[in-house]
């Protein structure tokens, strides 16, 4: 099955400059990667997300890559402000028919420091 | 107006009781899910339905028994319940059908302790 892996774990950074996180899959065939947040003590939300035929999308200050020969895809955060400070998780999915599966990775901790 | 609710929202119980969470959603959405957050914050995918119709059912113990009785609603009912079960449960929606189309709507989650 697939496996996503997300890197680091924790991170923080200083209010206004950029996070990124990484993530890699390992099934070639997963054609769909979601980006979810979730603050604290609420339920995760989609904030962007990327198909296989594209290679980068952006909504203001949030943006994905996707580099689908190495399979992997990262989140870039610029100008952070202490409401990012959250858990996201990337996500990917494959599948056809009524249904995807979507597999998480563990998820990144960020804090955003005033 | 919710578009995913779970019930109850927390819930705290002794170690070998039956319990159970409902889950509805009025998107019209035909896929609802299961996934398990514990306490590192991993989401873990457990059951999946489409149209009352199971697809997804990961490894899940058989004390783990959902039920769908229609496309709007996904129960999920634990037997005998262990301190590992403790939990917060996200009952979620797509609508699915093709690639990008299956983005999760997350129900505010069911936090179950067990004692």
């Known amino acids: 099955g697939e496996n996503v892996e997300q890197h680091p774990s924790t991170l923080s950074v200083q209010e206004g400059d950029s996070a990124v996180i990484k993530c890699t899959y390992s099934?070639?065939?997963?054609?769909?990667f979601p980006w979810y947040k979730q603050e604290l003590g609420k339920r995760p939300q989609l904030i962007i997300d990327i198909r296989s035929n594209v290679g980068e999308k952006k909504d203001q200050r949030i943006a994905v890559t996707l580099n689908k020969t190495a399979k992997h895809f990262s989140l870039h955060i610029t100008e952070t402000q202490p409401e990012d400070s959250a858990v996201y998780f990337c996500?990917?999915?494959?599948?056809?028919?009524?249904?995807?599966?979507?597999?998480f990775g563990i998820g990144t901790k960020l804090q955003v420091i005033p | 107006d919710t578009a995913v609710s779970q019930t109850p929202k927390y819930l705290v119980t002794q170690m070998g009781n039956d319990k159970s969470i409902k889950c509805e959603q009025n998107l019209g959405h035909d896929t609802m899910y299961w996934y398990k957050q514990d306490s590192k914050k991993f989401l873990k995918i457990m059951f999946s339905?489409?149209?009352?119709?199971?697809?997804i059912n990961e490894t899940v113990p058989n004390r783990f028994s959902p039920k769908s009785p229609d496309k709007a609603h996904l129960n999920l009912h634990i037997n005998s319940l262990e301190l590992g079960d403790s939990a917060v449960y996200f009952c979620?929606?797509?609508?699915?059908?093709?690639?990008?189309?299956?983005?999760?709507?997350f129900g505010a989650g069911s936090r179950l302790t067990v004692l």
């Open positions: 979620a929606s797509s609508q699915g059908g093709w690639a990008g189309a299956n983005v999760l709507t």
């Open positions: 099934d070639s065939a997963s054609n769909y």
């Open positions: 996500a990917a999915s494959k599948g056809s028919g009524g249904y995807q599966k979507v597999t």
């Open positions: 339905y489409n149209n009352k119709e199971l697809i």
